[in-house]
């Protein structure tokens, strides 16, 4: 079964920055590639970045230049590193395999930037 947490949220204002960490059964994390998803109020849950088993790395347009994402696989653990952030990066954030696995969904992280 596959057991996914994010962590890492919270409150930050327009400007800051945060690190978000998804730990993944290693099962999952060692046959496919992973991505981090959010989903704001009222909308469709979106991908904001991806990371394949060698480390390539694609990004939305909206999050190029001030997301990074990283994995550690020792850990089993993904990351996003958010910079520059700004309000309409309020969402839920999700990490998922890539493309996601309906059954992996976990609680997911609240990232509210905000003055």
């Known amino acids: 079964q596959v057991q996914i947490v994010e962590s890492g949220g919270g409150l930050v204002q327009p400007g800051g920055s945060l690190r978000l960490s998804c730990a993944a059964s290693?099962?999952?994390?060692?046959?496919?590639?992973m991505a981090w998803y959010r989903q704001a109020p009222g909308k469709q849950r979106e991908l904001v970045a991806s990371?394949?088993?060698?480390?390539?790395?694609l990004y939305a347009d909206s999050v190029k230049g001030r997301f990074t994402i990283s994995r550690d696989n020792a850990k089993s653990t993904i990351y996003l590193r958010m910079n520059n952030l700004k309000p309409e990066d309020t969402a839920v954030y999700y990490c998922?395999?890539?493309?996601?696995?309906?059954?992996?969904w976990g609680q997911g992280t609240q990232v509210t930037v905000s003055s």
């Open positions: 998922n395999a890539d493309p996601p696995l309906r059954t992996a």
């Open positions: 290693g099962t999952i994390f060692s046959i496919v590639g």
């Open positions: 990371i394949t088993k060698n480390s390539s790395t």
